[in-house]
């Protein structure tokens, strides 16, 4: 039995990735250096392949930035502001134009960047427009095909599908109305097969196309498109063997009959996020003489295989297909590296989990169990052995409380709320959260950590930091002021540190975009809140200044979505867990005076279901969370919330239903035009479009704030509309963040100055 995976982290077990880049890019280092980081990353990801006994290896799933910026440079289809590649330019220019199209430059704004499906790992969206040339106008591919070879491993390249490629493109400004970036599907093709021409000359025996999109409607509804491409790249006589990956969730029969009809070998499938992708191959009486990937080691989440289902679920699979091959669900891109560094963690827990290295060996076993059964049984039976229970596993309190409250959340008190509340007038201005994650801050807490200071020295310089971040706020002159969050590590892994049923890890980092890397803490068992959170930090900051402090919270969701979750019960459970610990947080908050409680709903977005039908279910439970957290407050404390991307078309009647007072959300790069889509499909609470973006390192100028400001009054009145950033600052530092806020709050006097005459 054959076994393999898609791909491996690609940041390294110390996140060598991070430090290489950001050294890059500050000049600490040059292209060689850099270089010289990713072949060994690569490198290490095929021998710890080779030492598990993973039969065949994947290669090109590494990137320096995003796999697909990556496809786009492949391809030629990088906008015209990054300029053209010259003559004979050399590696530093090209790493440059690479890295402007990520981060930006001077002048230059990068390619939006937006959330991989749903999951926590962003990807640059390519800009496309009817005059799109592609071509193979890139080697990485090949480059990397050949390095493994040079080390001796023989490796299938692993490329974005074209249909995913271009559906998660966008078409670039000043594209024709209702233009698609699917009609230029003709026009990739002969690129995808020169590559595959490149590659097979080169020597590779086989290649995988990855098509996630088939996981959507909008992929299952491009269905055409999708047997078109397969049937033109199955027709090419000079190739490697074609591997259709599709993964996070069912592709329906549809897609599968049409893949039959293609020329392409092989369909890896998903056999984790949803038991109907078995049901499928069953009804379409199997892909022939066509061989299957059975995705049944889970490539999002950390707990270790259960080799009994796995078995059970790959036995009727046998008789489906010419062949099975053994493998992960997704890539491993989105686990951590190593459980062998979490040497601190609970051993009853740490039995539970698998990260990336060991899901190698669970793959690996599970096609030693099926080619040889008896040699593997030993081994089999030592991976069955049920792990003790870990400590705070269950808790009989949380099950009784939840139980009394029964299913419906509490209705919140009503009084005369209206968006703006008791704001001193309209266009009140804040921010979202976070302030400069300085330097200092970060060293203090490593210093903490490794026990260089105390917690005494360590809250000192917490205080010390908040009483700069009020000073600042009242100078700049802000409405609601914010403590600034110096405390936390991360807004989810912070919460996770303090509520039980959550562990933290020391080492297990994950790519969220870029160099920028998480360590999402592990839900194991029932959730409960042994003390309160937040309550002393924000009480302090209060107590600094006369102005309203705005208490900060991680909604239930979002505290799920960026956390590896137990899978013994259902989300919506577990959730209503998390929203009781946060309800009592937020009661401690109002208890001391706090009159503005923000909880934040970052990936509420994020986690809607892929497919339009399973939506409704989740939108009721998500609402119900963030419910439970926040009903419990009186009729004149403010709930705020806010959510970081724009996509909300699908999302607004939830929105809405949160019943918070007022919402903060992304729209700078919308040019504010979701603040009318929000009114026109019906929402009435208070609204705070973000007037600039966070997310690139220059200035907004007063003007343009203003002019946003004005745009959002074309949809909104003006009691309904507060002034804030579109996320947190905790990326920035305070040589933009400073003359921004100031410029933000200038910008809402001017337009205020007008509004009250
Ligand atoms: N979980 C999560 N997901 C999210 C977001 C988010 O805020 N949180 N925001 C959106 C965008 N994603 C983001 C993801 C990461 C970062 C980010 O800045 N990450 C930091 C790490 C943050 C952190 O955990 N910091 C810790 C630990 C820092 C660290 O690197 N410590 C060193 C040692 C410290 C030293 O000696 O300097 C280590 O552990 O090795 C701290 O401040 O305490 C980074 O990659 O640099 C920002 C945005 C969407 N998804
Ligand atoms: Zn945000």
Not at 40 to 54: D, P, Q, T
Not at 314 to 341: I, N, Q, W, Y
Not at 736 to 754: G, I, K, T, Y
Request: net charge negative; proline share 7%.
């Amino acid at each position: 039995m054959t076994t393999t995976v898609h791909g491996y982290p690609r940041i390294g077990p110390d996140r060598e990735l991070k430090r290489a880049c950001e050294a890059y890019w500050a000049g600490r280092c040059g292209p060689a250096d850099l270089d010289a980081v990713g072949a060994r990353l690569r490198r290490a990801a095929w021998e710890a392949y080779a030492a598990a006994g993973i039969d065949e290896m994947p290669s090109n799933t590494f990137s320096y930035y995003d796999h697909m910026l990556d496809t786009a440079v492949l391809f030629g289809a990088v906008p015209g502001r990054f300029g053209r590649p010259a003559e004979g330019e050399d590696r530093g220019a090209e790493l440059d134009r690479y890295f402007a199209m990520a981060r930006g430059a001077r002048d230059t704004a990068p390619l939006e960047m937006t959330k991989w499906f749903d999951t926590n790992y962003h990807y640059l969206v390519p800009e496309l427009s009817p005059h799109t040339a592609f071509r193979l106008a890139g080697g990485k591919p090949l480059a990397e095909y050949t390095q493994a070879k040079g080390l001796g491993y023989e490796t299938r390249p692993v490329l974005v599908g074209p249909l995913t490629f271009l559906l998660l493109s966008k078409p670039a400004a000043g594209a024709p109305d209702g233009w698609s970036p699917l009609e230029l599907l003709e026009g990739l093709l002969p690129a995808y097969a020169e590559l595959l021409r490149v590659l097979r000359a080169a020597g590779a025996q086989g290649v995988q196309l990855d098509e996630p999109v088939l996981a959507t409607d909008a992929g299952r509804a491009a269905v055409a498109g999708f047997e078109r491409a397969y049937r033109e790249l199955g027709a090419l006589d000079d190739r490697p063997e074609i591997t259709v990956a599709a993964y996070f969730g069912p592709v329906g029969t549809q897609v599968l009959e049409a893949f039959k009809r293609t020329g392409a070998e092989r369909i890896a499938l998903d056999l984790v996020s949803g038991p109907e992708a078995a049901d499928e191959l069953a009804a379409v009486s199997g892909l022939g003489d066509k061989a299957l990937v059975a995705g049944v080691v889970d490539g999002r989440n950390v707990w270790r295989t259960d080799m009994r289902a796995a078995l059970s679920r790959l036995g009727p699979l046998l008789g489906l297909a010419r062949e099975v091959v053994v493998g992960t669900s997704c890539s491993l891109l989105h686990v951590p590296v190593d459980l062998d560094a979490e040497t601190d963690m609970d051993p009853a827990l740490r039995a539970r989990l698998a990260f990336a290295r060991q899901k190698l060996d669970e793959v690996a076993l599970l096609g030693r169990a099926l080619s040889d059964p008896e040699g593997a049984a030993a081994e089999l039976e030592r991976a069955r052995t049920a792990p003790p229970e870990p400590e705070g596993f269950r808790n009989p309190r949380v099950r009784a409380r939840l139980e009394a409250l029964g299913p419906q959340a509490p209705e919140r008190a009503r009084g005369g709320r209206r968006g703006g509340g008791d704001a001193p007038h309209y266009l009140p201005t804040t921010t979202i959260g976070s302030f400069p994650q300085t330097e200092d801050i970060r060293k203090a807490r490593a210093e903490h950590r490794s026990g260089a200071i105390g917690g005494e020295e360590y809250e000192r310089r917490m205080r010390a930091e908040i009483d700069k971040v009020i000073a600042l706020q009242e100078d700049i002159g802000l409405d609601v002021l914010v403590h600034g969050e110096p405390e936390r590590n991360d807004m989810v892994q912070y919460f996770a540190e303090r509520l039980g049923g959550y562990t933290t890890t020391a080492k297990g980092w994950v790519q969220s975009y870029g160099s920028r890397c998480v360590r999402p803490p592990i839900l194991f068992g029932d959730v409960h809140r042994p003390e309160p959170i937040t309550v002393r930090w924000t009480t302090y900051a209060q107590s600094r200044t006369d102005k309203p402090v705005k208490g900060m919270l991680t909604g239930p969701v979002t505290m799920l979505a960026w956390s590896f979750v137990r899978d013994d019960q259902p989300l919506a459970d577990t959730a209503r867990q998390v929203a009781l610990a946060l309800r009592d947080e937020v009661a401690d908050l109002e208890r001391e005076g706090i009159r503005h409680i923000q909880v934040d709903e970052a990936a509420l977005r994020e986690l809607l279901p892929l497919r339009a039908a399973d939506r409704p279910a989740y939108l009721d439970w998500a609402v119900g969370a963030f419910r439970l957290a926040t009903s419990g407050v009186g009729e004149r404390t403010r709930i705020h919330t806010h959510m970081c991307y724009s996509e909300f078309g699908d999302i607004v009647g939830a929105i809405e239903a949160l019943d918070a007072d007022v919402a903060s959300v992304e729209a700078a790069r919308s040019h504010m035009e979701l603040v009318g889509d929000l009114d026109r499909a019906g929402y009435r609470r208070g609204i705070g479009p973000g007037v600039y973006d966070i997310h690139a390192p220059r200035v907004p100028t007063a003007d343009e704030i203003e002019a946003a400001l004005r745009t959002a009054l074309r949809a909104v009145d003006p009691e309904r509309l507060w002034v804030n950033p579109d996320c947190g600052l905790k990326t920035r530092g305070y040589p933009e963040v400073e003359p921004a806020l100031r410029n933000m709050v200038e910008a809402a006097r001017r337009v205020r100055a007008d509004l009250t005459g």
